[in-house]
């Protein structure tokens, strides 16, 4: 997503955007991009790799997320100024993690299947992540 997107979901929430900021996706934590020579295929033909460390290979290492980090800086993660405080959108592998914890709002805003907790849900798409917005600001105007 970018800022626009962002800033359009927000809209569409009826949230106002006071200020952003784009931040480096964070999702893989701190680790340093690996480079050719640390990555092996698990077996030849396989579409699995590993990863070969001073104590050998370690297993399960997902080639596309681990050697190409440029995902970090052109998948972003937002941070959104609101009146009601900080939210961040980071897009992750297959979900959107909308987080509200710099708030004073604690509320599970969905009974879907997803992930979720009271400062945080897994948005599957936009559309979802509109109404999981919608729904915080819902249950921002009673508490």
């Known amino acids: 997503m970018n800022e626009q997107q962002v800033r359009a979901i927000f809209t569409l929430a009826r949230l106002d955007v006071l200020r952003i900021w784009k931040l480096p996706n964070g999702y893989l934590g701190e680790q ?3 480079t050719d020579d640390q990555i092996e295929r698990d077996a030849p033909g396989s579409s699995g790799y590993r990863m070969v460390t001073d104590t050998g ?5 997902v080639r596309a997320w681990m050697a190409d980090y440029r995902w970090r800086y052109d998948r972003p993660a937002w941070l959104v100024q609101t009146s009601l405080g900080l939210i961040q959108v980071t897009e992750r592998k297959r979900v959107i993690d909308l ?13 879907d299947d997803t992930t979720k907790d009271t400062t945080r849900v897994h948005a599957w798409t936009e559309e979802k992540l509109i109404e999981y917005l919608r729904e915080w600001v819902r249950v921002s105007k009673e508490a």
């Open 57 to 61: 290979p370690t297993e399960g290492v």
């Open 99 to 111: 987080e509200w914890s710099d708030t004073p709002i604690r509320a599970i805003v969905t009974s």
């Open 32 to 34: 340093e991009p690996l």
